[in-house]
Structure formats: structure tokens, C-alpha cells
């Protein structure tokens, strides 16, 4: 399952929707706080989160879900703009890639795409 963190709801639904279409399962939650409450960790295999949430930034929800001994999901950090020095802390993070708002369904694909070639369950859903 690919979690979406993002408060933006339009893009929020849109790239469920395209997930979705796509063959992956998906939930989508609007902020940070929503993500760590989620009871359905065991099944995410993917999560995409934005940089800027209301609250707690991209970064530190990486931090938070690996302090708290979640490991196994990959971490894909989105945004429009991102500072340089934020880069070195999403590697610190485990943010595995970052993908840069507006972004083309094709740049997506690719990235999961290379997310999923390790064989695990990140590819689409039977």
C-alpha cells in the first residue's frame, strides 16, 4: 500500500486517483499527525510525503516513524521548492528520493518504478 501524506487536497486526490488507476492501493491523509496515528502501518509498503504539512514538515515525520521503529516503508519526499541543506537531512531520514513538484505522471512512474525493482511489495496490486 502507498501512503500519501499531502495537505493539498487537489493533488492529494489526484494522485490517488492516478495511483490507483495505476493498480497500487492507496490512503491518503492530510498531515503528519494523521499519518503517525494510522493503525495500518504493517501494510504500507511506500510513503509519499510533502515537505511542507501543517504542523510537522516532511523531514521530521521520517524522524518520528523511524524513532518510533518504523522501518520498513520506503520514504519519498515531494515538493515545489526545497532549501539545499534539506537534502542532506532527508538522507539522514531514510528519505530514499526526492521528487519535485510539478512532476509529470511519467517522472512518478520512473521513480516507483525503480522503487519496486528490489521485488518486494511495492509494485501494484494483484
Known sequence: MILIVEDDQLFRRALATYLVSRGFHTRVV??????LASTE???????????????MNGIE???????????????VL???????????????????????KPYDMETLDEKLQTLCEDGEAYGPAN
Open 30 to 35: 492530510a498531515s503528519a499527525e494523521e499519518a
Open 41 to 55: 502501518w504493517p501494510k504500507v509498503d511506500l510513503v509519499l510525503i510533502d515537505y511542507f504539512l501543517p504542523g
Open 61 to 75: 515525520l521520517a524522524r518520528t516513524l523511524r524513532a518510533r521503529h518504523i522501518s520498513h516503508p520506503r520514504l
Open 78 to 100: 515531494m515538493s515545489g521548492y526545497l532549501p539545499s541543506s534539506v537534502y542532506d537531512e532527508a538522507k539522514a531520514a531514510s528519505i530514499e528520493t526526492v521528487l519535485h
